[in-house]
């Protein structure tokens, strides 16, 4: 249990990173481990509601890929992906619609507005915030290099960011489930991690944090203490060449890539299994995760 002189000296080291953020907008970008156990879902949706009544403006994104999954399994469809993305027939898209927009935000908004803070949950499909047209990713096969079809899988062509800087104005916290909108009105399946990247350049946010299921980009997959904790742009060409970055990181470095390039000043890669990892990195010297900027 920390004295009164500890909890003293935390706000104290606290203090210049309030005051340096104060009035920024930062996205949050909530998926992975973070979102299945209940202790870390608190800590995570505290931590938004401390940096909201500190003075920050949080944002925040959320997947569901588990539970969506879980859904599918209980009515008889079965997942298939091709690298990484969930194929998305008009079946699935009904039940990702539902679980990420009926279930999961909803639920989200509610402990939110449990713990403390104010919430608004938002689908990408709310005047028309995202708007979006037919992915079709390159795949290697044994014929060679084909064009994929996955369905209602998209990837955003524009962001409307007014409905959400209309709710931060309000007071309220933002959350938003990765869905869009085509041009015949019909649903998309958004990457979770992209529709906060593409958010937080179009809101010109201070910060987009990334929640994962690991400590961050390590020099050595088996070395904790390997952590790499800034990572400069220039360097990501080499490591991916490498092999340091890798499989599901890259596109996760990819996104932070894009919105540095859009104006987000900094990006996160946090590990979201560790209990308020979003505090330890924005208020404190020494932080956690790694930091990927310009």
Request: proline share 4%.
């Amino acid at each position: 249990m920390s004295t009164a002189m500890e909890k003293a000296a935390i706000l104290v080291e606290a203090l210049p990173y309030i005051k340096k953020f104060y009035g920024k907008t930062v996205v949050i970008k909530y998926g992975g481990h973070a979102m299945l156990s209940r202790e870390l879902k608190e800590a995570v949706l505290t931590d938004a509601v401390l940096m909201k009544y500190v003075g920050m403006r949080p944002v925040i994104v959320h997947g569901g890929g588990p539970d969506i999954t879980n859904m599918l399994k209980r009515v008889g469809i079965q997942s298939n992906f091709v690298d990484g993305l969930r194929v998305t027939d008009a079946d699935t898209m009904e039940i990702v619609e539902m679980v990420l927009v009926g279930k999961i935000n909803k639920e989200i908004v509610a402990r939110i507005n449990r713990i403390g803070g104010r919430a608004v949950g938002l689908s990408g499909k709310d005047a028309c915030l995202f708007e979006a047209v037919k992915k079709c990713p390159k795949v290697q096969t044994s014929e060679g290099e084909m064009t994929a079809d996955l369905g209602y899988v998209g990837e955003i062509s524009r962001v409307n960011p007014g409905i959400v800087t209309t709710i931060i104005a309000e007071g309220y916290i933002p959350v938003i489930a990765p869905v869009a909108v085509g041009e015949r009105g019909e649903s998309y399946n958004i990457n979770a991690d992209s529709a906060a990247g593409r958010l937080a350049a179009a809101l010109g946010a201070d910060k987009l944090i990334i929640l994962t299921d690991v400590e961050g980009i390590l020099r050595d997959r088996n070395d904790p203490g390997s952590l790499i904790s800034v990572l400069r742009s220039a360097e990501v060409p080499a490591l991916i060449e490498r092999g340091i970055i890798e499989g599901g990181m890259i596109p996760k470095v990819e996104c932070c890539l894009d919105a540095l390039l859009s104006g987000v000043k900094t990006t996160h890669i946090l590990d979201g299994r560790a209990p308020h990892s979003i505090l330890l990195e924005v208020f404190t010297d020494q932080g956690i995760g790694t930091m990927v900027e310009n």
